[in-house]
Every structure is written in C-alpha cells, then in structure tokens.
C-alpha cells in the first residue's frame, strides 16, 4: 500500500510540476542557483562552480541556498545568498519553493553531498527548468528529479573539486581547464586584528576543537594540543597562539586552554563570527587545523596550513598544494573515511567511533612532527602567499 501511494505522489508531483507548471528553459543561462547545503569545508571547495559558471556564462548571477545553521553564506558572501532553515514544516518549506517561482531560476546545481531531496523537490516547486545533480550506482532516484545527471566517477583518485566541476562540464557540454583552487570573499579584513589586538602575522592560529564540538575521529588528543603550546609559547614569545573554534568547541578549548599558563595564549573560540575568523586566518602566520573547514578556508586563502590527518584522507588538490603542510602517520587501517562518510562503502564517522574511540591514527602523529614543521614555517624556509587573486 505504501509503494503504491509513493507512484501515485510521484505520478501526480510530476505531472504537474515537472511537466504542465515547469517553464520552458531559456536558451541562455542568466541567473543560477547553487545549493548550499553541506558542511563547511565541503562548501568551500563549491566555490570553483561559482567561478566556472561567471567564466563559461558572461553576465550570469549565481545565487546561493543554504540552511542557517551551516554558515555558508559567509563563505561567499558577496553573493546573494537564499537561507531556508532545515527545521522548517513541510508546509513552510512548499510555500517557500512555491514563492521562489517569482525569482524564475534558469538552472539549479546539486552536487552529491549538497542535494537534499526536499530541495530537489523544492527546485521543482520553483519552476526551475534545468536541474543539474549527481547519480550514482545503487542509490534510487525518480528519473524526473534532474534534467541533466551526472554519474559520479570513482575509477581512480579525484579531487572532490573534480566532482563538482564534473556537473559544470555536463550543463556546458564541453571540456575546460580545471584550477584547483578553491577561493572565499573578503570583506572588512582587518577588522579582526584591531578587535582583538594582534598584529599581522605575528600570532598562530591553532584549532584544537571540530565537528562543532560532537563526538568525531579526526581531532587530535588534548594533551598534544597542550604540549604543543606550550613549546610554541616557550620558544617563540614573539607570537601570540589563538584559539579557534565554533561555539560547540569551546568546552574542548576551555579545558586545553585553562591547563595552560601562557600569556601568548588567546582563546577566541565561540567568541567570533565566520567574517572575523577569515580574517584572523588571513592574516595569521600559518594555521595548524584538523580535516576541517577552517582547513579548506585555509587553503582558499592561500596560508600556509599544517593540517593533521587520521582517519580521513587528504583530498588530492590539498595534498599538491605547496602552503598545505599535511602531518600524517599511516598505520593498517588508514584511511578508513572518505570524501563522503558513508558513501561508496566508506564508514560514517559514528561507524568508525564506535570501532576506533581514540584512533590509533591520530595518536601516532607525534608532538614533534607538527612542532618541527611549526619551526620550519617560523623560521621562513617555507614561504606565504597572502595575495588573494
């Protein structure tokens, strides 16, 4: 009974909407939709789509729709940016998409992990002609959902960039270089130093916290975190350390920072907004972070990054970029997450938790190997390029 209630939805939903209501699509894209709904990090390395799309279409707008909780639309944020929250009705989220009709989008683009399916229902709510997402083998999806798909490419190792330049190639129907880089917006740079009194480039940014503060396999142990401060702090008194973090991190934080007697310490985590942490981060030394998204923020600005792995696997732009300094210490069973936890047979990071409560991966990188790259960086045998093109 319920099978058959789900053809009868899918029957009517598509007829109407998909097929009577849906406007014919222009034969040039002027004005496109990006979804937004994803991590941080992973939304970062979306940004090559924005660019992409200004070069391949001269005069088009992109737009970006996220939930209120992810912060991406301070990533972009010269960009018009559309917020549904994720806790809306179901009746709020139809009258939403119902009201997005007036903005008459040419294309919408879903990546993989950013393409929920009450947004793709959505996107035909709001008369989007062109509906371009990812499909891949095992998943069911109704065949009406998008007019341009897009099978995902496991054969060999690829940058997460390459998968999203892959839904652009598809739209295009035609091949073009692909930059590597991903980027993020400035505005207000500086503000963030004279808040809080630093100097450009005369403090570290450390993030000891992630996951916003839940349960996670990528964080290194407290106690390294610990040392390490204290031998930077020891050492090189010219440069201050700050604390980042969001606001679920700050127990974390709070308890590294308070077993430390420093006056170079400043723990700023759950005390800043996304605009101030670009900043901080732009203007710091260098950054040493988890897999994160302080991580690819990082890498957009072009910083240098010290950026510690475990179970994860550094994606392949981020382990040829020169500033991206990339501590690991592989062991058997690393890495045993992918781009996408849970997908393509890759443990989520609940799974691999319960397996491994303190990853063996992230106790065997040592305090040394990140404080002699540290060194390195403060020692100027590695160069900085704090130019944003």
Known sequence: ????????????????????????????????????????????LKSVIVKKIEELYPGSQVYIITGNSF?????????????????????????????????????????????????????????????????????????????????????????????????????????????YEPFVNMNFNGIALEKFGLQKEKYICIQMGSANGMETTKRWLENNFKLLIEKLSDNFTGYKIIALGDKGDAIIVD?????????????????????????????????????????????????????????SDPDFYADNLPTCHIIREKIHCSPCQGLFPGKFSFLTEAESLKLCSVPECMQAVTVDSVYNKCVELLNGSQTNSSVLN
């Open 1 to 44: 009974m319920k099978n058959y209630l789900i053809k009868i939805f899918h029957f009517v939903f598509k007829t109407f909407f998909a097929v009577i209501l849906m406007p014919r699509s222009n034969k040039k894209i002027t004005k496109v939709l990006l979804s937004g709904y994803t991590g941080l990090g992973h939304f970062v």
């Open 71 to 179: 912060g991406n639309e301070f990533v972009l944020d010269n960009y018009p940016t559309i917020i549904l929250k994720q806790e809306s009705r179901a009746i709020n989220k139809i009258m939403f998409f119902l009201k997005l009709r007036k903005e008459k989008f040419d294309v919408v683009i879903m990546p993989i992990d950013a393409a929920p399916n009450f947004l793709i229902r959505g996107s035909i709510l709001a008369g989007i002609p062109i509906r371009v997402g990812h499909v891949f083998n095992g998943e069911y999806l109704p065949e009406y959902y998008y007019t341009v798909k897009v099978p995902v490419k496991l054969g060999k190792v690829r940058s997460e960039l390459d998968m999203n330049y892959d839904l652009i190639e598809a739209l295009y129907k035609g091949n073009f270089d692909r930059r």
């Open 255 to 311: 308890r590294i920072c308070n077993s430390i007697n420093s006056d170079n310490l400043l723990n700023l985590s759950g005390k800043t907004t996304l605009s101030e942490v670009k900043s901080l981060i732009f203007n710091c030394k260098f950054l040493i972070c988890h897999d994160s998204g302080l991580l690819h923020i990082g890498n957009a600005l072009k910083k240098n990054v010290i950026a510690i792995y475990g179970p």
